[in-house]
């Protein structure tokens, strides 16, 4: 029997790229089956969520896409950012010893600081996934200290280390956890609701700087779609795209 598995079946490194995410996208469009991964030492247009910018300083982070194809109908793409996270949080405890933590709707956490990141880019023919781009954007050789603005609520690898990694060694790792997730995905395990289990925030007060204005509440759940469940005063709302915070320390009303 085979070991090969389909993540890292085709790996392509580049120099110089405008955006993984679009490459893959490109691929993807011209028919490539899934497995692919493109990554490079460089995006000129790298992207995060709300149309963010994504930084990595050349030649010192993790920056790559994976194309998917998953039999997943619309409503269950909501897996497949918790299949990264969770993959990336394993390779960071596994490898080199960290305790990530994980946070709605995309972050890996390091001492409560984001050290990555993942953008799910997807197309759909009818209900169905046609396929998905997996972004990951890994902080890996330089500090946040060059980046003031960040450095409150981003870390990197090397920042809670004190020393540099091998970025090809953890990418392999990296790549590897993730097709064993994967694969566990389409084995029918659940890793929706392990990856919420595991979130920092959930069953705390928090505030939520949303798109349209923040919101304050208590984060009761993720819905299966990816939604964060938050409960005000007499409503609940579902939120799907924000910035969590903790907003204060106290134990909920039922
Ligand atoms: C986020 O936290 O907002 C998501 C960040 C995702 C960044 C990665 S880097 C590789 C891939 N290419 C991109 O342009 N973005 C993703």
Redesign the pocket.
């Known amino acids: 029997m085979s070991t090969r598995g389909i993540i890292g079946r085709r790996i392509i490194h580049y120099d110089r790229v405008t ?3 679009d490459l893959v996208r490109e691929w993807a469009e011209n028919g490539e089956p899934e497995g692919l991964v493109i990554a490079a030492e460089e ?1 000129t ?5 709300l149309g ?1 910018q ?1 930084i ?1 300083p050349r030649g010192t982070s993790l ?3 994976v194309l998917l194809r998953p039999p997943l109908a619309a409503a269950q793409t909501a897996r497949l950012t918790p299949l990264a996270a969770l993959a990336l949080a394993a390779t960071l405890r596994e490898e080199l010893g960290l305790r990530p933590g994980l946070k709605w709707p ?2 890996v956490l390091l001492n409560e600081k984001k050290c990555a ?3 799910v880019e997807t197309s759909f023919e009818a209900d169905r996934l046609s396929y998905a781009v997996l ?3 890994l902080n890996v050789n330089y500090s946040m200290r060059e980046f003031a603005d960040l450095a409150p609520f981003a870390t990197t690898l090397l920042d809670e280390l004190g020393r540099e990694v091998n970025r090809d060694a953890l990418e392999r790792a990296i790549i590897k956890s993730l097709d064993a997730h994967y694969a566990r995905l389409l084995a029918g395990d659940d890793v929706f609701s392990e990856w919420r289990s595991q979130l920092t925030t959930l069953g705390r007060y928090v505030r939520v700087v949303t798109p349209n204005g923040i919101e304050e509440g208590l984060a009761e759940d993720i819905a299966p779609d990816g939604a964060l469940v938050l409960r005000q005063e007499g409503r609940t709302l579902r939120l799907y795209a924000g910035d969590v915070t903790l907003a204060r320390e106290s134990t909920p009303r039922s």
């Not at 247009?45 to 969520?49: F, L, M, N, S, Y």
């Open positions: 955006s993984t995410n995006q247009a790298g992207r995060g969520r963010r994504w990595g920056q790559f896409s995309n972050d990141g993942i953008l972004g990951v954007g």
